[in-house]
């Protein structure tokens, strides 16, 4: 069976599905098993395409009027055809770049193991711009990586809020920014500091005291 999906931009009117439509019902898809979104392709929740991809079965291809209809980009897509391959699904593109893959064919089989490729490839330029990124600026000085939330100023507020009865812990992690974890991670319940809180605060760390002999005789 041929199913169909079409997708459009904006979910204004201003765009309309006619020219998809038309495409996908000429090469043999009835009109019940097509299926749309009308939303950016950037977006992760796009219902049509969730219930595109469940009324799929065995034996089915998927077609689309052009590949930019279907993934949001060539990761996704390579992911999205794979798990359709793992299902025994097809998939064939009408028109535009793609139009020579589909995955019912041999040559369409050829054709997308090199968008699959170009993925692989995409993703390893990006860890190894990242890593040399991190690495010039370590060579400078600085640490790569998210930034702190907590502050010198957030701490001590965070300080002199936690030792009280009356301090609710989510309300003080809310109105300072902060999540439960890093907060703790910089202070104790009683407002004492942490070894983070510490050095981030510029302090050194008190080394543990010493057992007295009459306490270790004790």
Request: proline residues 3%; glycine residues 10%; hydrophobic residues 40%.
């Amino acid at each position: 069976m041929l199913i169909g999906y079409m997708r459009v931009s904006k979910a204004d009117g201003s765009q309309v599905l006619d020219l998809q439509n038309d495409a996908l019902v000429a090469v043999g898809i009835a009109v019940e098993q097509l299926y749309a979104d009308r939303a950016s392709g950037e977006r992760d929740d796009r219902p049509g395409l969730d219930s595109c991809l469940k009324a799929l079965r065995q034996g089915d291809t998927l077609v689309v009027w052009k590949l930019d209809r279907l993934g949001r980009n060539l990761k996704h897509l390579v992911d999205v055809v794979q798990g359709l391959n793992g299902r025994g699904v097809g998939l064939k593109v009408l028109t535009g770049q793609g139009a020579s893959i589909d995955t019912t064919t041999a040559n369409g089989r050829l054709m997308f193991n090199f968008f699959a490729a170009l993925a692989e490839f995409e993703r390893e330029l990006i860890v190894e711009r990242t890593m040399a990124g991190l690495a010039a600026a370590r060579a400078r000085g600085r640490n790569g990586g998210r930034p702190y939330k907590m502050t010198a100023a957030k701490l001590r507020l965070s300080q002199a809020a936690m030792g009280k009865p009356e301090t609710r812990i989510a309300e003080l992690c809310a109105e300072l920014g902060v999540t439960r974890q890093t907060l703790y991670r910089h202070v104790t319940p009683t407002g004492e500091l942490r070894p983070d809180g510490e050095k981030l605060l510029g302090r050194k760390s008190k080394p543990p005291r010493s057992l007295s002999v009459q306490e270790n005789a004790v």
